[in-house]
């Protein structure tokens, strides 16, 4: 049964920890509430925010509005031969769903362990970590069309996908509301440990043949080591993207910093390593009132106890400006801020 709030703190709501209000609130468990939802009065008149585990935004104000919690849950599976198909909720917590891949042997979201926020949110942003995105393991989701009332199958080719994109934060931004996502996973895995620090890692366990457990557990020893837990410190994991850039950007960049962390891209342009460049400007660890960098990954930002949303917004200008002085590369934020 629809419970719709008013005036509802959204701290609890936000991984950051950021005390704002929302006018209006309300959880959906299904997708039938969720129809009911926009037969109502409150929808017609209110801007809508739509979250899962509110990981990847910044409120730097009230929310003037209605915020959608989706929580649908479910997980079903589908073995024929060694291929998998997986379909999961939007409101399963996403490394419950990857734990469930990796308990019952489907191989392709591993280096995925551990990233926070819910189903739902994966194929807007195309989470990815370790070499691996969404859309490598992506087969189809479906979406609530807020205009009509209809669900949507989307496939691989309506999301156009991109590097932390796709069409619902582009031409669909908006529009659609994800009930649930299905993965194609396979029982046959092929293991990815060239990323990051995944091979020295399994090195230090004794683990020359890692299976997707292995895999799964070094990852998420990496992600604990080098970030801060959002129960006990407010952050959103990675505020800034990994800069893209082209050859000959490159080559000015690494002329006057020969040892830049980089990797090649598939289109042949060059991805920069975003807490590296912010580390080497020297915020690694730093802190400005109530908010700073985390002291063991600059690329994060966190929130010391009290910070409003407009001080760490802030405190990313600065960061955003230092980067662009010294390395002449812009970064861009990953966190959507409201």
Not at 48 to 71: A, H, P, Q, R, W
Not at 138 to 155: L, P, Q
Not at 311 to 317: D, G, L, R, T
Request: proline share 3%.
């Amino acid at each position: 049964m629809l419970q719709i709030q008013e005036n509802i703190s959204l701290k609890p709501y936000n991984s950051f920890g950021i005390d704002v209000n929302a006018k209006f609130f309300v959880e959906i468990f299904n997708e039938v509430d969720l129809k009911s939802l926009f037969d109502t009065d409150v929808v017609e008149h209110q801007k809508l925010l739509i979250v899962g585990g509110g990981s990847n935004i910044l409120f730097t104000e009230d929310y003037d509005g209605l915020v959608i919690k989706m929580s649908i849950k479910g997980l079903e599976s589908q073995i024929d031969g060694n291929k998998v198909l997986v379909k999961a909720g939007a409101g399963e917590v996403w490394n419950d769903f990857v734990n469930y891949c990796v308990v019952n042997g489907f191989a392709g979201v591993e280096n995925l362990s551990l990233i926070p926020g819910t189903v739902g949110a994966s194929p807007i942003q195309n989470i990815g970590a370790y070499g691996v995105e969404l859309k490598d393991v992506f087969e189809s989701c479906t979406a609530f069309e807020i205009k009509t009332g209809n669900i949507r199958n989307f496939t691989f080719v309506d999301c156009h996908f991109g590097y932390r994109e796709s069409i619902f934060k582009g031409a669909f931004k908006g529009q659609y509301i994800i009930t649930s996502v299905t993965f194609k996973l396979t029982t046959e895995a092929n293991i990815n440990t060239s990323y990051g620090a995944i091979e020295a890692e399994l090195e230090k366990r004794g683990i020359a043949k890692p299976n997707i457990g292995d895999v799964s557990a070094a990852v998420s020893h990496i992600r604990v080591s080098k970030l801060p837990d959002p129960s006990t410190i407010g952050n959103a994991g990675s505020f800034f993207k990994n800069p893209v850039i082209e050859k000959h950007e490159f080559a000015d960049v690494v002329a006057k910093h020969p040892d830049v962390v980089h990797y090649p891209t598939a289109d042949g342009k060059i991805k920069l390593a975003a807490g590296w460049l912010i580390e080497q400007c020297g915020w690694k660890g730093k802190v400005v009132g109530e908010t700073g960098t985390w002291k063991n990954q600059a690329l994060v930002l966190v929130n010391h106890g009290k910070a409003t949303g407009t001080e760490v917004f802030k405190f990313s200008a600065q960061i955003i400006d230092s980067v662009k002085s010294t390395f002449g590369v812009t970064l861009e934020r990953e966190v959507n801020i409201l």
